[in-house]
C-alpha cells in the first residue's frame, strides 16, 4: 500500500516553498549565497 504525502506551499521572505505538511509554523532564520535557512 502506498501512503501519499501532502504538501503545502509555504512563502517565506518572497520565496514560495512547497514542503511537506507535517512542517509547520515556518520562519527564515537565515540567508546565503547558496539558498535559505528555515
Do not use: D, H
Amino acid at each position: 500500500m502506498e501512503s501519499r504525502v501532502e504538501f503545502n506551499r509555504e512563502e517565506i521572505n518572497s520565496t514560495v516553498w512547497e514542503v511537506p505538511g507535517k512542517y509547520v509554523c515556518l520562519k527564515q532564520i537565515g540567508t546565503g549565497a547558496y539558498g535559505s535557512v528555515w
